[in-house]
């Protein structure tokens, strides 16, 4: 933060991000600051900052009136463009809004002298190996919590997960390891398989091997998966779905990439997620068009180079954004 901004501070951008009381003038300082494009990516962690030291706060706040509020300034609309927003971008300020919740629920089932253990992953995916010998994948922007010696000595296995991880336990049948999120539990033996939990959407488990047990917390309805299969909450209907799993949602861990005859709606959201940037198609006919590749730790510039060929489309990279024109697909 620039040292001549005298009326900035942590404080004041914290205060109005969670919609505190502020002076008109407070405010207006800070919404002027949060107009320079250069600021975001301050005001992001300053933000996630903040959540992590509420993690063992007793206090309760209004987690989507802050989100809605952080989303307006740093994730803004442009028109009526097609335009895709990154989820991990999303989650930079989201991650900690759950982080807080989940604060708050690991409380309830702990004793306050009691060590615990944060495990957390920043700007880069990060690697982990629990005294198991289990080990843990977090994503960008991702937390684990769980206290060690409950960890090592119970007769369960239990860790708490804010945002995304990818997980190759150890197999212990008399200790079974529980992931809980806000929304659900996750219990197995020993397997592996994917947990993401965003910021007011469900929680999202794939499995890659073995048996897992998911039981969402509202239905207290259990649903089994095994391996290649993943499981979402239909919206119309608020249930468990279990379906084939869609395996470019490890991309981050496996670095590689497959399409098999999918729309370029689907892959671009797929580039949008993975590389962390916009996405704006000019002509949205193009979002149907049909591709077939494998990209294996490739470069963005590369599979974009591959699209364009593909589809005759023209393509422009810049800073954050991918800019697509093109006459679509007959």
Avoid at 35 to 62: F, G, K
Avoid at 80 to 87: G, L, Y
Avoid at 215 to 227: D, M, P, Q, R
Wanted: a negative charge; charged letters at 25%.
């Amino acid at each position: 933060m620039e040292e001549d901004q005298l009326h900035i501070n942590e404080s004041l951008i914290i205060s109005y991000l969670i919609g505190d009381a502020l002076s008109d003038e407070q405010r207006t300082v800070v919404e002027e600051w949060l107009e320079d494009e250069r600021n975001h990516e301050e005001a992001r962690e300053i933000y996630q900052s903040w959540e992590l030291s509420q993690l063992v706060s007793t206090e309760r706040t209004d987690a989507d009136k802050a989100f809605k509020k952080v989303a307006g300034k740093l994730f803004p609309q442009e028109g009526n463009k097609t335009r895709i927003i990154p989820i991990r971008w999303k989650i930079a300020v989201a991650a900690a809004v759950s982080l807080f919740i989940l604060g708050t629920a690991l409380w309830k089932f702990s004793d306050q002298e009691e060590v615990k253990q944060v495990l957390a992953s920043t700007v880069e995916s990060n690697n982990y190996t629990l005294a198991d010998s289990s080990k843990i994948s977090l994503n960008k922007q991702s937390t684990l919590t769980y206290y060690q010696e409950r960890f090592q000595k119970s007769s369960t296995r239990e860790v708490w997960l804010q945002g995304e991880a990818f997980f190759e336990v150890e197999a212990q049948p008399e200790r079974p390891f529980i992931v809980h999120t806000i929304d659900a539990t996750i219990t197995v033996i020993g397997t592996k398989f994917l947990v993401k939990k965003e910021l007011n959407s469900p929680t999202h488990v794939l499995v890659t091997e073995g048996r897992v047990q998911v039981v969402y917390s509202e239905s207290e309805e259990k649903v089994f998966l095994n391996a290649a299969e993943e499981v979402t909450i239909a919206q119309e209907e608020n249930k468990p779905e279990v379906s084939s799993s869609n395996v470019n949602e490890l991309y981050w861990k496996t670095g590689v990439m497959t399409f098999e005859n999918k729309s370029l709606k689907d892959v671009l959201h797929t580039l949008s997620d993975e590389f962390n940037i916009f996405v704006d198609v000019k002509n949205e006919s193009i979002l149907s068009c049909k591709l077939t590749a494998t990209f294996k730790k490739q470069s963005l510039e590369t599979i974009i180079k591959v699209i364009e060929t593909t589809h005759d489309l023209e393509c422009h990279l810049s800073s954050d954004t991918l800019r697509i024109n093109g006459n679509g697909c007959l």
